[in-house]
């Protein structure tokens, strides 16, 4: 069964740091990977996504991440954090190319100290 | 143009109460699914609706089931609420091929 870890529960970070969320998922065929954001009072948002071809992928907001199959990773990383990056963060994995049927983790709260 | 829309915002039912959530997807857009999350958890994948077909069911209960009208809009019942239906519903809509897009989701509060 497919499933996505994300083992820090709560990061935070100071505005103009890096940051990088750490996500590994189990899958066993190839895995479909997003990374949504969600705002308070606001809906799930897709940063970006991963389904086949350059394991760095770009997404908005000046995210970007890296698929490492060896270690059944795909973790998120921003060189400079904003403070209005501070949200909840969901890794997720889908079994084909659809956006429609994914199975999420658990989340990571970013918090930005000014 | 108007993105996903869901009805209500938020409600309050009494356990073993029965609720409809309603969901309208963005115009040009076949598939619905819909997802629950408990405050403080991922959301989890409940249905996901395509051209008035289920295409996929997630691990939930019978109580819950779902339907999809000839405009793409589709609801979601919830049958003998429990307090533990207390969540977060959000509906995501696409076209089938792309980017789902999620509503701002209606409150569930079962007291």
């Known amino acids: 069964a497919q499933s996505v870890t994300q083992p820090d529960i709560h990061i935070t970070v100071s505005e103009g740091a890096s940051l990088e969320l750490r996500c590994n998922y189990s899958y066993g065929a190839t895995p479909y990977l997003f990374w949504y954001v969600q705002s308070p009072g606001q809906g799930l948002q897709l940063l970006l996504k991963y389904f086949s071809g350059d394991t760095l992928v770009q997404g908005i907001k000046g995210f970007e991440a890296e698929f490492k199959r060896s270690q059944s990773s795909f973790n998120l990383r921003k060189p400079s954090v904003h403070w209005s990056d501070a949200a909840e963060y969901f890794c997720?994995?889908?079994?084909?190319?659809?956006?429609?049927?994914?199975?999420f983790g658990p989340g990571t709260s970013l918090s930005v100290i000014p | 143009d108007a993105g996903v829309t869901q009805s209500p915002t938020h409600l309050i039912k009494t356990r073993g109460q029965q609720v409809t959530l309603r969901c309208s997807p963005i115009s040009g857009h076949k598939s619905v699914s819909w997802y629950q999350q408990v405050l403080g958890q991922g959301p989890q994948f409940i249905f996901q609706y395509y051209e008035k077909e289920e295409r996929g069911r997630g691990n939930f209960p019978d109580r819950f089931s779902a339907r999809q009208f000839p405009n793409y809009s589709s609801e979601l019942n919830v049958n003998a609420l429990l307090l533990g239906d207390s969540a977060l519903y959000l509906c995501?809509?696409?076209?089938?091929?792309?980017?789902?897009?999620f509503g701002q989701g209606t409150r569930l509060t079962v007291v």
């Open positions: 995501a809509s696409s076209t089938g091929q792309g980017r789902a897009f």
């Open positions: 997720a994995v889908g079994e084909e190319t659809s956006y429609d049927k994914v199975i």
